[in-house]
């Protein structure tokens, strides 16, 4: 079997993966709070643990590995997207609001995952599902002396954990002088965290020991995960801005709730997304969801390929010129692998670069490899493992031409240039080059033979008329 390594987060170093139950490899990923469309940067999580989970599916099968990914349909900003609904003349209750907004948002999100080549996760949970284990879980807490109830409010009790900070490597002090905590006079300490809040007449509540209310956003992820997959699982992962508070209050809650536990044993945390080296903002211009991309024409495959060109751990900056890299290399892998039947297993060396904390981006460049050897059958099966060159995700590179008739006549232009040049007929050579170059066909001569790939201003027409 496939020796995985992956790095944690808890403990700032690679560790050998082992499962606390092979038959049954466990893993929790924090999902969208659904009132909008994702953007890109909530794309790369989705890409990364879905090229982990295809990982862990190869190596330990198909029916042995669970993945939880989360739907958040009760939120502050849930109840304030509906109240601008409302606002604007939609008369229903905002209840009703509320549950359709959801239901469309989880659509879209569908739909725009699917379009990156993601598989859906084993489970799917929304948090209004699992609203009666929140409130067994904060009993627990109240019970074991590490939540008190003020206000109708329920706290957690953050000194009561001495391990608190552990993951993110943060001293209580330094919380409290980062004004990353919210202030309010029922609080015993300024750090502790909302596990149940009052809720307003007209908005999602529900009744409990504590009066009408909702649970606190931290809470839900701990009981969807003991739900579903018990206290104690393999792999808890999302994006490193989850990584304080989000998820050092579920250790907490999720550590006090059930001591000796251990909760989750490994934590993964993708880095966060640039365009074009800077941060993601609407007030910069550079802003756009998945949709809008998907919208312009940008495949979703070549979406991915450019998530996940750069490995997990490192800031990922999407530019133009990545994004040309990506649809020109699709397009050629796609017709080398036109007609070709997979190989039987993936190639030893993406597969090494993979189980080595997932490195996305040594596997891409194991593909390369596998392609400039003319290993078509190999690389399909590769590229599979990664989510790329999929059956039905190629459409947009044909446009209305065979993928392999174009790649054949690539290859027997080239040839032709290796003749001419044999033969020293230097002048013909040279003159292919230009031609095929014209046409939009990027050519590299190495030392290991001629490369080529299709480039974005690639013109199928000019390269027919090359004789």
């Known amino acids: 079997m496939t020796a995985i390594r992956l790095y944690n987060s808890a403990t700032r170093r690679k560790e050998d993966f082992v499962p606390l139950d092979p038959l049954n490899v466990r893993m929790y990923v924090c999902g969208p709070t659904v009132y909008d469309r994702a953007h890109l940067g909530n794309a790369r999580p989705v890409v990364v643990f879905d090229t982990l989970f295809r990982l862990l599916r190869h190596v330990h099968g198909a029916g042995h590995v669970t993945y939880v990914r989360n739907f958040t349909d ?28 959801t239901d469309t948002t989880i659509g879209w999100y569908h739909a725009d995952m699917d379009a990156l080549g ?18 067994a879980m904060i009993e627990g807490l109240v019970a074991r002396g590490h939540a008190y109830a003020a206000a109708g409010h329920v706290l957690f009790d953050v000194r009561s954990f001495p391990a608190y900070g552990r993951l993110s490597g943060r001293s209580l002090d330094e919380m409290i002088a980062g004004a990353r905590v919210e202030v309010a006079p029922y609080k015993r300490d300024p750090v502790d965290f909302v596990l149940w809040k009052p809720s307003e007449p007209g908005l999602p509540g529900w009744d409990s020991p504590w009066g009408r209310g909702r649970p606190g956003w931290h809470i839900e992820c701990s009981a969807m995960a003991e739900a579903l997959l018990g206290p104690a699982f393999d792999i808890h992962g999302g994006g490193i801005d989850l990584m304080f508070p989000h998820h050092e209050n579920e250790i907490a809650q999720s550590a006090c709730a059930h001591p000796g536990a251990g909760f989750a044993r490994v934590w993964m945390h993708n880095e966060m997304l640039l365009v074009e080296g800077r941060k993601m903002s609407k007030s910069l211009g550079n802003f756009f969801t998945v949709r809008d991309l998907l919208d312009r024409g940008v495949p979703g495959e070549v979406i991915r390929l450019v998530l996940l060109g750069t490995h997990y751990r490192s800031p990922m900056d999407w530019t133009e010129e990545r994004r040309a890299q990506a649809e020109a290399t699709l397009r050629r892998w796609r017709g080398l692998v036109a007609g070709i039947e997979p190989a039987p297993s993936p190639a030893p060396a993406v597969l090494a670069a993979l189980a080595d904390d997932l490195n996305a981006a040594g596997a891409i460049a194991a593909l390369h490899g596998l392609a400039t050897e003319g290993d078509a059958a190999g690389l399909a099966a590769s590229a599979r493992l990664l989510g790329l060159l999929e059956p039905g995700m190629g459409a947009w590179v044909a446009a209305g031409r065979d993928p392999a008739a174009v790649a054949a006549l690539v290859e027997r232009l080239l040839a032709a240039r290796t003749a001419a040049r044999a033969a020293k007929d230097w002048a013909r050579a040279d003159w292919l080059r230009q031609a095929i170059t014209a046409a939009g066909v990027v050519v590299r001569d190495t030392p290991a033979g001629v490369e080529w790939e299709l480039g974005p201003a690639f013109e199928p027409a000019k390269l027919e008329v090359i004789e």
Do not use: Y
Request: charged fraction near 30%; hydrophobic fraction near 50%.
């Open 74 to 101: 009760v939120d502050d900003k849930i109840n304030a997207r509906a109240a601008e609904m409302a606002a604007a003349g939609d008369a229903r209750p905002v209840n009703d609001i509320i549950r359709e907004l």
């Open 118 to 135: 993601a598989l859906r996760p084993t489970v799917e949970p929304r948090a209004t599902a699992h609203v009666a284990g929140m409130i």
